[in-house]
């Protein structure tokens, strides 16, 4: 009877997962408590990767450096940190930052850091909605301070067209706690037919000019496919065939 209620089970779970099998955009989990703290390669070894767009005083762009692999420690971008964890954190997360080694943040100049994984969109991917989870707290000692601002994103860009921004659905996470963990963040998008082959971005970002502080932590990232409606619908009809089963039993 257990093999016969399991597949059950496995056919309610199979159409939820059909539905998602054949797109290019893949789940990706992080809780940070697999990496090592001392590995500097560990969070690029990830896939997490970085890029900076300078500013002057008017807003104006100046330029830009990167891609990159991110770094885990020293001067610039990101790091894995521990020592303020909550009570779903574990012990690890990580830590993002400005890029403190541009000396333009003495030249009143204001640095853009992204701290970000990409995929690429395909077509299977299309009509598709996505969701990117999160957990947040600003650092209690450099936590964004003067003018300096935070956010966690969702970006999507087109290489054929320069790499413009066609979409960047977002959460200002400036004003954060210093204490206290927010939880269950998300930001959700759905892939537009036009996004083909564009390049799709998860992670945060923080500008800041005159070396002021940036730090803010987050854990428990998750990017995933909503599952559609007509799923949901499958796998509840599979779980009701399946409490039948076991009322016969």
């Given at each position: 009877?257990?093999?016969?209620?399991?597949?059950?089970a496995?056919v309610a779970?199979g159409?939820v997962?059909a539905?998602s099998?054949?797109?290019?955009l893949t789940?990706?989990?992080?809780?940070?408590?697999?990496?090592?703290a001392?590995?500097?390669g560990?969070?690029s070894?990830?896939g997490?990767?970085i890029?900076?767009?300078?500013?002057?005083?008017?807003d104006?762009?100046?330029y830009?450096?990167?891609p990159?692999?991110a770094?885990n420690?020293?001067?610039?971008?990101s790091?894995?940190a521990?020592g303020?964890?909550?009570?779903?954190?574990?012990?690890q997360y990580i830590?993002?930052?400005?890029d403190?080694?541009n000396?333009?943040?003495?030249n009143?100049?204001?640095?853009?850091a992204?701290?970000?994984?990409?995929?690429?969109?395909s077509?299977?991917?299309?009509?598709?909605?996505?969701?990117?989870?999160?957990d947040y707290?600003a650092s209690?000692g450099f936590g964004?301070?003067?003018?300096?601002?935070?956010w966690?994103?969702?970006?999507?860009l087109?290489?054929?067209?320069?790499?413009?921004l066609?979409?960047?659905?977002r959460?200002?996470t400036?004003?954060a706690s210093?204490s206290?963990w927010?939880e269950?963040?998300?930001?959700?998008?759905?892939?537009?037919?036009?996004?083909?082959?564009?390049?799709?971005q998860?992670?945060?970002?923080?500008?800041?000019t005159?070396y002021?502080p940036?730090?803010?932590y987050?854990?428990?990232?998750?990017?995933?496919?909503v599952?559609?409606?007509?799923?949901m619908?499958?796998l509840g009809?599979g779980?009701l065939a399946?409490?039948r089963?076991?009322?016969k039993?």
């Open positions: 009877m257990f093999m016969k209620n399991s597949r059950v496995m779970l159409a997962m539905s099998a054949f797109a290019s789940t990706y989990n992080q809780d940070f408590e697999s990496l090592a001392g590995n500097g560990a969070l070894g990830d997490w990767k890029f900076a767009n300078v500013f002057d005083s008017a104006n762009y100046l830009g450096y990167g990159f692999g770094p420690g020293g001067a610039g971008f790091a894995i521990t303020e964890f909550g009570p779903n954190t574990g012990l830590n993002t930052y400005s403190y080694n000396a333009d943040h003495s009143n100049r204001k640095i853009e992204n701290i970000f994984q990409e995929q690429i969109i077509a299977a991917d299309l009509g598709q909605t996505f969701t990117f989870g999160f707290k209690s964004p301070g003067g003018a300096s601002r935070t966690a994103f969702i970006k999507v087109d290489p054929a067209n320069g790499f413009n066609v979409a960047f659905p959460i200002e400036t004003a210093t206290t927010s269950n963040n998300s930001i959700n998008i759905t892939i537009d037919p036009s996004w083909t082959n564009n390049i799709l998860f992670g945060f970002m923080n500008t800041a005159a002021e940036t730090g803010m987050y854990d428990n990232v998750s990017f995933s496919a599952p559609e409606p007509a799923s619908i499958a009809a779980l399946l409490a089963r076991r009322r039993a």
